[in-house]
T-cell receptor, first 113, second 112 residues
Framework: NAGVTQTPKFQVLKTGQSMTLQCAQD?????MYWYRQDPGMGLRLIYY???????DKGEVPNGYNVSRLNKREFSLRLESAAPSQTSVYFC????????????FGQGTRLTVV | GDSVTQMEGPVTLSEEAFLTINCTYT??????LFWYVQYPGEGLQLLLK?????DKGSNKGFEATYRKETTSFHLEKGSVQVSDSAVYFC???????????FGGGTRVLVKP
């Protein structure tokens, strides 16, 4: 079972470069999320998609864009990377519902220099 | 807005000690509550959950009770093992549609 797959696992960017983080899930979940994890700050929601064709801003959306390409895939794009975007990024998915479990990918460690 | 507050870590314990991690929440409405665990180098995974007041979630020796009157969901384990060393996150979901809101995480280190 692949679950939630994120690529790449590690990335180093120079300030101003762009990149796309890829995420795919094979559980037929409606909802997908992008979080960033910073020391002492827990997980903060960047964007989420409650269903295919919809996306909504989370707590920290500035500097990011997302695309829900289809039900399986949800990508996160940094158009012009900044050092403040150095973080660990997690993609997650869940079925619709108050009580459903969210499944997380292994994370992408991004460093912007 | 909705928020989750956890005790700051790190929490350092000896094996077989009792563990408590405090979690309180602020929410409009009646959330579902979750504890997730993150082992080193991995993503988060669900540890337990509770969906209504006075529910108790339990898994792997961990327990947490949904206390509406104190808006709390404290995590407890009676006898920790070295393998319980991880970061623990309290989280809530307020609606079916659907985002999870996380606390800051508590790092737990269990020494032999």
């Amino acid at each position: 079972n692949a679950g939630v797959t994120q690529t790449p696992k590690f990335q180093v960017l120079k300030t101003g470069q762009s990149m796309t983080l890829q995420c795919a899930q094979d559980m037929n979940h409606n909802s997908m999320y992008w979080y960033r994890q910073d020391p002492g700050m827990g997980l903060r929601l960047i964007y989420y998609s409650a269903s295919e064709g919809t996306t909504d801003k989370g707590e920290v959306p500035n500097g990011y864009n997302v695309s829900r390409l289809n039900k399986r895939e949800f990508s996160l794009r940094l158009e012009s990377a900044a050092p403040s975007q150095t973080s660990v990024y997690f993609c997650a998915s869940s079925e619709t519902g108050m009580n459903t479990e969210a499944f997380f990918g292994q994370g992408t460690r991004l460093t912007v220099v | 807005g909705d928020s989750v507050t956890q005790m700051e870590g790190p929490v350092t314990l000896s094996e077989e000690a009792f563990l408590t991690i405090n979690c309180t929440y602020t929410a409009t409405g009646y959330p579902s509550l979750f504890w997730y665990v993150q082992y080193p180098g991995e993503g988060l995974q669900l540890l337990l959950k509770a969906t209504k007041a006075d529910d108790k979630g339990s898994n792997k020796g961990f327990e947490a009770t949904y206390r509406k009157e104190t808006t709390s969901f404290h995590l407890e384990k009676g006898s920790v093992q070295v393998s319980d060393s991880a970061v623990y996150f309290c989280a809530l979901r307020i609606s079916a549609g659907n985002k999870l809101t996380f606390g800051g995480g508590t790092r737990v280190l269990v020494k032999p």
